[in-house]
């Protein structure tokens, strides 16, 4: 069955950086849409990134524009997302989603499959 697992989470200082890591197995990120959520305690997931089948077209939530960078290496089957200039507000649970049903790119509910997700905490 289709597996996503996320990777990369931590803990970090205001400031910092992290790169978080998807890697599918039983799927192919080659010529899929691939996005990145997240859900802070007591909020809605939201997505923070989006990346078209072959890179061609990019998106990102107003929030995270300019610091973070989604990126996909279609040879290691993995999508990234690199978090700059990290603020308090970005500590959530980051979660990789693909199975992208069409519609709106930053609505959790066009997305079958998704990853358990990996803690980012901003402090």
């Known amino acids: 069955h289709v597996q996503l697992v996320e990777s990369g989470g931590g803990s970090v200082q205001v400031g910092g950086s992290l790169r978080l890591s998807c890697a599918a197995s039983?799927?192919?990120?080659?010529?899929?849409?691939v996005a990145w959520f997240r859900q802070a305690p007591g909020k809605v997931r939201e997505g923070v990134a989006y990346?078209?089948?072959?890179?061609?077209?990019?998106t990102y939530a107003d929030s995270v524009k300019g610091r973070f960078i989604i990126s996909r290496d279609n040879a290691e089957n993995t999508v990234y997302l690199q978090l700059n200039s990290l603020k308090l507000e970005d500590t959530a649970i980051y979660y990789c989603?693909?199975?992208?049903?069409?519609?709106?790119?930053?609505?959790?509910?066009?997305?079958?499959?998704w990853g358990q997700g990996t803690q980012v905490t901003v402090s």
């Open positions: 989603a693909a199975g992208f049903a069409g519609g709106s790119v930053f609505r959790a509910a066009n997305y079958g499959y």
């Open positions: 039983a799927y192919t990120f080659r010529g899929n849409h």
């Open positions: 990346i078209s089948t072959q890179g061609g077209t990019i």
